[in-house]
């Protein structure tokens, strides 16, 4: 009988006879995937393992520390925690181009992983979350970094890590899959139950020029759409849901004052695999009170806009 308990032991006594004494270092995006690797491989060769978490600032509102927290406090796994903040904002200062902003991510994603990696002394292996419609289709489809490191590699080059060997235990799941294993291992639902982000994070969500001040609002909006998706009991039954900061000004008023501030759009979709996906029917009364708060408690929003376009054929992304 193939239970995950069963699957945890496999994958366990596979890792052990792969790795052997040999050190592995395993990329966090802060997603599922590469959290649940993470925690199998941990369990499986315990110090042999480093995690490396390069946080872009492009993340969702205290995702970084959220990731750091949980590895390091609470299953005590060695983490090297990039703060690359700088890095990544500073490179997209004056960028527009929505192909450009990706391939300056994906660069500097392989740079600064690279740059860590190199420091651990006689790492062999590379672990990655890597599922099974990834080995099967790239879950890239604008070309942009995957949550997989490996597929950076098409970008240019292949890295000096590329000489590592892979462990990717998550090969052969799909993704309801890697979230019942999560849960085997002890990760919370809340956890597991995240929606997919992309690698490209909220870059992709602010068309045009992506400044600190604009992944701020963002984030800021973000949380209280999320935050009220989830008190409506609905965070469940959407793929994913997220907000997008438009390029675009539009006039309001607020008290007896004109206002004249930029527009927040809002996504939601359902989805199987994110391959397709049809735009998510809110109770109009949960939108109503997402776009109240915005406007109420995020500075420099004024209007929100709800998107109900599908795929196809809407990309989920905006970039
Ligand atoms: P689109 O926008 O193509 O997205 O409909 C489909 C799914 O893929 C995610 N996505 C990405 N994931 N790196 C990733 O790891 C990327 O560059 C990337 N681009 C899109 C997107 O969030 C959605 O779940």
């Known amino acids: 009988d193939w239970t995950m308990a069963a699957f945890r032991q ?56 959220q990731v750091v927290t949980l590895f390091r406090d609470h299953y005590n796994i060695p983490l090297i925690h990039v703060q690359a903040q700088d890095k990544f904002l500073g490179a997209l200062k004056g960028e527009f181009d929505p192909e450009k902003k990706r391939k300056t991510i994906g660069r500097l994603f392989i740079e600064v992983f690279d740059e860590e990696a190199a420091k ?29 490191i490996k597929s950076h590699h098409n970008v240019g080059g292949l890295p000096d890590y590329m000489k590592l060997k892979l462990v990717e235990p998550l090969r052969e799941l799909f993704k309801d899959e890697v979230r019942a294993l999560g849960k085997e291992l002890g990760l919370t639902d809340a956890f597991v139950g995240r929606h997919p982000f992309p690698g490209p994070g909220l870059a992709i969500r602010i068309p045009g020029e992506v400044t600190p001040e604009k992944v701020k609002t963002l984030q800021d909006a973000d949380a209280i759409y999320l935050d009220e998706i989830r008190k409506a009991g609905l965070y469940d039954q959407i793929w994913q849901a997220f907000a997008v ?64 376009t599908s795929k196809p054929p809407g990309t989920i992304e905006w970039e």
């Open 245 to 308: 900061l438009l390029p675009v000004k539009t006039v309001g008023v607020m008290g007896d004052a004109r206002t004249y501030e930029d527009v927040l759009a809002l996504r939601a979709v359902t989805s199987s695999d994110g391959m397709t996906a049809d735009f998510y029917e809110f109770p109009w009364p949960v939108l109503g009170r997402c776009a109240t708060r915005i406007v109420n408690e995020v500075r420099g929003v004024n209007r929100v806009v709800y998107d109900v």
């Open 10 to 65: 496999e994958m366990i006594e596979k890792i052990r006879k792969q790795v052997g004494s040999g050190k592995v270092i395993c990329g966090l995006s802060g997603g599922v995937d590469s959290s649940v690797a993470a925690v199998l491989i941990h369990e499986a060769i315990g110090e042999q393992l480093t995690c490396v978490f390069v946080d872009t600032g492009l993340l969702r509102k205290n995702e970084g520390e």
């Open 120 to 148: 651990i002394d006689g790492a062999e292996f590379l672990a990655q979350g890597t599922l099974y419609p990834d080995v099967v289709e790239s879950v890239s489809p604008h070309g942009g970094p995957s949550t997989v």
